[in-house]
């Protein structure tokens, strides 16, 4: 990154990205003025790094305030710079200060110099006597020289999440956010931008970043009057508001961002690195995640301790490390009505208490773990009768009910004493080892009375805080639990949560076709070991498709596999075949959770589509390949591998098979599907895992 301050002081991001190996501040040669006298008045199309209200300039800002004498443009003129570290991070932080109104704002780039990534936060600090109010508060600017781009972003709804979507960027805006309170389905904050058609899965420049917040968020993209791009990223503004006492700071979340030349797979790897090493909870940073169970689409809401001690002995029959309860098992919860917010084990599913499954799930060397819904509760809960005003809501304003549940508001601190509490209690009562800690409606109504009246918008950041703040709390007294966040499918996966918890549900569609493309997008941002994914029951609940258990397996296979189907209703032979898949899936694990990720055919049509994982040494490889629908003539076809040594020569696991990393790139692997026959097929359904070694000597 290149930074300077224009003569009136603002500062510029005049380049980021490739520094041909040996670039120098001083071999930058400067932009050219604009000929036109209006031009040089204003800021517009310079790549500046914080654009703020008081600017010259009438792009998006970053930041927007009003002083308490009603002034709403900020001057700020640079201080100075210096390196601080920061969570052990050699960071620069640069100061600027609006000497009228003593407000420090200080820009931070955090230097992770192994994953080539830069982390930009913005800090504001009122040195002044007087309150300020601050209306927006963005995390960063980023620019890009006139050209013609286009944008990679990730959307969807609840069932549909992570669809990469490919747009150019024509001049005007293209804003992706969030304002629901959380993550969304809808979009997740991540980016990637590419000069228009240079880039691609495999190859060209790619600029991308990511957001460290799982609240509401924006990410807006403008192309300037002379095609110059700007984008600014940060908490959403919308209905946003923070009241700056004295002495006070505000702190944005951090925007993650890089550069890559190995195009879109290029990009997701530097950022699964980064997530790995500098992200994850470091307790279960390099552990590999369990196969787990999940009860939900077997027994839903009817929860029963017998019938749970027998999917769980099913489940340890099949090779699973980790046995979860969903939803169910607590207070009056005996459908979506009820219950929430009341985290008690229920009586009448559970009469013997909940030891009495959590022994068994022990005894048959399985991990125990429960499903939670922190933030929200039932108007038919215990909690809400004692305290119904611990929701968000406006006096004499209806909320609005989604799956009968109202949300509790975080930014209260009686109520995350209140459910802190109860978890603890939970988790010191009954041996639980895991988790899941879901979310299952948007914010509505976000109204915070009881607040001052100048603090009550801070609500939509203060909540965020607070539920970071109970999961940071339960991670230190419980430091072995693995988490996993979702919100009703994956609502909620972000640089911020998975600061926080281990791994992802990233859909509640479990149809093993849909699956392929929402794990293709989710992959592109997030790494492989926090990707969850179940094999269930066909036909399939949410699609009624059909498709073959082995297929099922081999999707589910990709990151961290789950098993999610009433597995008392599978046959002998569906048993023993999953068994196996389950031994298969062990082995490969180390290389899926750990290694590094290549798309190699995105499953875009009807097939074939592969995905591959590279060891970080390059000595093994695993090969996931698919062919969903049966084209009539396409004849089998190859598909090139990638990130192999091209001087080794590796061998299949199957079958002694031998070739050069060298061949294996440039020419590539024949996609054949074997039936159980042993003969080739080219039919619909096809799916196979392939592991390469190297050859030793
Ligand atoms: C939504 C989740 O995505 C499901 O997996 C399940 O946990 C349900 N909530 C339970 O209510």
């Given amino acids: 990154m290149l930074l300077s301050l224009t003569p009136g002081g603002a500062l510029v991001l005049d380049h980021w990205g490739a520094d041909g190996g040996s670039a120098r501040g001083e071999d930058y040669l400067p932009r050219r003025p604009s000929n036109w006298p209006w031009d040089r008045a204003f800021l517009d199309g310079v790549p500046l790094a914080y654009p703020v209200y008081g600017d010259p300039t009438f792009k998006e800002p970053c930041l927007c305030l009003v002083y308490e004498d009603g002034t709403r443009v900020a001057r700020l003129a640079f201080r100075e710079d210096r390196i601080v570290k920061l969570k052990g991070r050699p960071t620069l932080e640069l100061l600027f200060v609006d000497s009228v109104h003593d407000l420090v704002l200080a820009h931070r780039f955090a230097v992770y110099a192994e994953h080539d990534l830069i982390g930009r936060a913005a800090r504001l600090q009122n040195d002044g006597e007087r309150p300020m109010r601050i209306e927006r508060a963005l995390s960063a600017g980023l620019g890009l020289p006139p050209g013609q781009y286009e944008a990679w972003t990730l959307h969807g709804q609840l069932g549909r999440e992570y669809q990469l979507e490919r747009r150019p960027l024509r001049p005007g805006k293209f804003i992706t956010e969030s304002r629901r309170g959380f993550t969304s389905h809808e979009a997740n904050p991540w980016f990637a931008v590419s000069p228009t058609g240079e880039t691609n899965e495999q190859h060209g420049p790619v600029w991308f970043g990511a957001l460290a917040w799982s609240g509401s968020w924006t990410i807006v993209f403008e192309v300037e009057r002379n095609e110059a791009l700007s984008i600014v990223a940060g908490v959403q503004p919308f209905d946003f508001a923070w009241h700056l006492g004295p002495g006070e700071t505000l702190e944005t979340p951090a925007l993650v961002c890089g550069y890559s030349e190995e195009g879109l797979g290029g990009a997701s790897r530097v950022l699964h690195g980064y997530l790995a090493a500098e992200v994850l909870p470091e307790r279960h940073r390099s552990t590999l995640r369990p196969v787990l169970y999940n009860s939900w689409e077997a027994t839903g809401f009817d929860v029963h301790v017998e019938e749970q001690i027998a999917l769980a002995r099913r489940a340890a029959a099949l090779g699973v490390e980790l046995f979860v309860v969903d939803d169910g098992w607590f207070g009056a919860r005996d459908s979506d009505q009820a219950g929430l917010a009341d985290w008690v084990v229920n009586p009448r599913k559970f009469p013997r208490g909940l030891g009495e499954l959590t022994d ?65 209690r939970l988790l010191r009562e009954q041996r639980i080892d895991f988790l899941k800690w879901d979310h299952n409606r948007p914010l509505t109504e976000v109204g915070w009375p009881a607040a001052p009246r100048e603090r009550q918008r801070e609500v939509w950041v203060r909540h965020v805080h607070g539920v970071y703040e109970v999961i940071a709390q339960l991670r230190v007294e419980f430091p072995d639990l ?114 590094r990720q290549y798309w190699l055919l995105p499953p875009a049509s009807n097939g074939p589509c592969a995905v591959q994982y590279v060891t970080n040494d390059r000595r093994q490889t695993v090969v996931l390949l698919y062919q969903l629908l049966a084209m009539g003539g396409r004849g089998r076809g190859r598909v090139r591998l990638r990130g192999l040594d091209p001087t080794r020569r590796y061998r299949r696991a199957a079958d002694g098979a031998e070739s050069t990393g060298a061949a294996m790139m440039a020419i590539g692997l024949p996609i054949v599907f074997l039936q159980s026959t042993g003969l080739p097929h080219d039919g619909d359904w096809g799916s196979k895992a392939e592991l390469w070694q190297a050859v030793d000597g």
Avoid at 379 to 394: C, G, K, N, Q
Avoid at 542 to 562: C, D, I, K, Y
Avoid at 574 to 590: G, I, M, N, Q, S
């Fill in 360 to 424: 068994e799930v022990h005894c048959l060397d399985m991990q125990f773990g429960i499903w939670l819904e922190p933030e929200m509760v039932s108007p038919d809960s215990d909690l809400y009768r004692a305290h119904p005003d611990w929701i968000f809501h406006f006096p004499d304003r209806e909320p609005t009910f989604v799956r009968d549940q109202l949300v509790l508001n975080f930014a209260r601190e009686d109520v995350r004493a209140n459910i802190l509490a109860q978890l603890q």
């Fill in 482 to 595: 693995l988490i996993e966040t979702c919100a009703a499918g994956g609502g909620r996966a972000d640089l911020g949560i998975l600061a926080l918890t281990d791994q992802v549900w990233l859909s509640d569609n479990t149809d093993a076709a849909d699956r392929l493309l929402i794990q293709y997008g989710y992959s592109h941002v997030y790494a492989p070991r926090t990707m969850v994914n179940w094999v269930t029951d066909v036909p399939n609940l949410q699609t009624g498709r059909e498709s073959p258990l082995e297929f099922r397996f081999h999707v589910a296979m990709q990151g961290v596999l789950g098993i999610g189907g009433n597995v008392l209703r599978w046959t002998a032979e569906e048993c023993d075949r999953a068994r196996e898949l389950v031994t298969e899936y062990k082995r490969l694990r180390p290389i899926i959770q750990q290694g």
